[in-house]
């Protein structure tokens, strides 16, 4: 599994456009992108997921480089609601199988009135 | 909406005993999971399980852990003789497809090992 690396915490105000970067440097050609968010005492929840370029929905923006060497989680208009913790995951499905998933540390959202 | 249940909420048990951790996955899914998460730290994959077997496991789950199917809905956690360092939040979770599909989690069952 490529091993992901994220910020362990980001401030932000609230309204303002957070921007998460994850680099994975060794995404792998079938790898696909997701993002999780978790709040506190609650499971992860599914926000968004991309192969590349640009994926968006009614929560978020994931931005994916050609080299797909990292990608960036976009959160437009923070609110209070919004403070979480984002988990980066990378990893595909293998053929007759797939693999586990793993979490890492993710990044600390703290959105400050 | 459709969701993920999991009883209890909260399981307080002495060291040695067995515990039986139970979920309720969404019913058109095909793929569950056992996550846990120590207090503070990150979630910790455990086990996948797909078609009435065991898919993927972690180094975690040891041959003191156990899943099960038992009647086509509940999908349950075993853990046969509980150690302190097993207290954790424990979630379950499902997707129709394999673990890189959207997973849908469970509220989580908060156990303790005293």
């Known amino acids: 599994l490529a091993k992901t690396t994220q910020p362990i915490s980001m401030d932000s105000y609230e309204g303002q456009e957070v921007n998460i970067t994850c680099s994975h440097n060794n995404i792998a050609t079938n790898d696909y992108i997701t993002w999780y968010q978790q709040f506190p005492s609650q499971g992860p929840r599914f926000i968004i997921q991309g192969y590349k370029t640009k994926v968006t929905n009614e929560v978020a923006s994931l931005f994916i480089p050609a080299d797909r060497k990292s990608s960036t989680l976009s959160l437009p208009r923070v609110s209070l609601s919004d403070t979480a913790v984002y988990y980066c995951l990378v990893g595909d499905e293998v053929s007759g199988g797939y693999q586990k998933v793993t979490f890492g540390t993710g990044t600390k959202l703290q959105v400050i009135p | 909406e459709p969701e993920v249940t999991q009883t209890p909420s909260h399981q307080v048990t002495q060291m040695g005993q067995e515990v039986i951790l139970r979920c309720v996955p969404i019913?058109?899914?095909?793929?569950f999971y056992w996550y846990r998460q120590i207090l503070g730290q990150k979630v910790e994959f455990l086990v996948s399980?797909?078609?009435?077997?065991?898919?993927?496991k972690s180094e975690i789950f040891d041959d003191q852990f156990s899943v099960e199917r038992p009647d086509g809905s509940n999908f349950t956690l075993k853990i046969r003789s509980t150690k302190l360092e097993d207290s954790a939040m424990y979630f379950c979770a499902s997707s129709v497809l394999s673990s890189y599909n959207e997973q849908f989690f469970g509220p989580g069952t908060r156990l303790t090992v005293l």
């Open positions: 399980f797909y078609n009435n077997e065991i898919s993927e």
């Open positions: 019913s058109n899914h095909l793929y």
